[in-house]
T-cell receptor, first 110, second 111 residues
C-alpha cells in the first residue's frame, strides 16, 4: 500500500516560475526522500531529509518536513523546461521498506 | 547514470509463463530493492535483499521471488504471470545510508 500522497497530481507552470509539490504520509518515519522520474525511466534521487530536520536545500530545490502534520513539500525555484518530470516522495519506515506516493506530474512550458 | 543496470529493457510474455529479471547493483552497495510500477502510479515495494538474504517484503504474493548473489547482483522471478503483472520493474541498490540508486527498469508486458 502507498504511504505518501502527493498533491497536486499534476502541475503546469511557465518557465521561470516556482513549483511547489506537497506530500502527506501516515505513519512515523526515519526519513523522507524526493525522487524525480522522466517518462517511464528510472528514478533519480533528489534529496533526503531526516525526521529530525525541518528544512533542506540543494541547488534550486528546497524541501521542508513537518512531522507533526506528517507532511513535506518540495519547492523548485526558477523552473526550467528540463524540470518537466514526475516527482515522488518516499517515506523510509524502517530502512528496508520505502513507500512511494503516486507522484506529481510537473510540466514546465518554455 | 547511477551505475545500476537492469536486463532486459523490455520483455513480452504470455499469461502463465515465468520471467526472470536481472539487476546489477552499484559498486560497493550490498542492498538491492525491487519495485513494481504500474502505469501512472508510484513504485510499489516488492522486497529487499541484503547480503543474499531477504530483508523485508511488501504486499506481493509468493509467486514473486528473488535472489541475491555474492557479488550483490540480484534476480526477480515471477511465476504464473498474470495480465496485471504488466508494469515497469525497477531495482535500486543502496549502501549504508538508505539513499537508493535506481536502474532504468525493465518494462514487462503480459499478453
Amino acid at each position: 500500500s502507498q504511504q505518501g500522497e502527493e498533491d497536486p497530481q499534476a502541475l503546469s507552470i511557465q518557465e521561470g516560475e516556482n513549483a511547489t509539490m506537497n506530500c502527506s504520509y501516515k505513519t512515523s518515519i526515519n526519513n523522507l526522500q524526493w525522487y524525480r522520474q522522466n517518462s517511464g525511466r528510472g528514478l533519480v534521487h533528489l534529496i533526503l531529509i531526516r525526521s529530525n530536520e525541518r528544512e533542506k536545500h540543494s541547488g534550486r530545490l528546497r524541501v521542508t518536513l513537518d512531522t507533526s502534520k506528517k507532511s513535506s513539500s518540495l519547492l523548485i525555484t526558477a523552473s526550467r523546461a528540463a524540470d518537466t518530470a514526475s516527482y515522488f516522495c518516499a517515506t523510509d519506515l524502517n530502512n528496508n521498506d520505502m513507500r512511494f506516493g503516486a507522484g506529481t506530474r510537473l510540466t514546465v512550458k518554455p | 547514470e547511477t551505475g545500476v543496470t537492469q536486463s532486459p529493457t523490455h520483455l513480452i510474455k504470455t499469461r502463465g509463463q515465468q520471467v526472470t529479471l536481472r539487476c546489477s547493483s552499484q559498486s560497493g552497495h550490498n542492498t538491492v530493492s525491487w519495485y513494481q510500477q504500474a502505469l501512472g502510479q508510484g513504485p510499489q515495494f516488492i522486497f529487499q535483499y541484503y547480503r543474499e538474504e531477504e530483508n523485508g517484503r511488501g504486499n506481493f504474493p509468493p509467486r514473486f521471488s528473488g535472489l541475491q548473489f555474492p557479488n550483490y547482483s540480484s534476480e526477480l522471478n515471477v511465476n504464473a504471470l498474470e495480465l496485471d503483472d504488466s508494469a515497469l520493474y525497477l531495482c535500486a541498490s543502496s549502501g549504508q545510508i538508505n539513499e537508493q540508486f535506481f536502474g532504468p527498469g525493465t518494462r514487462l508486458t503480459v499478453l
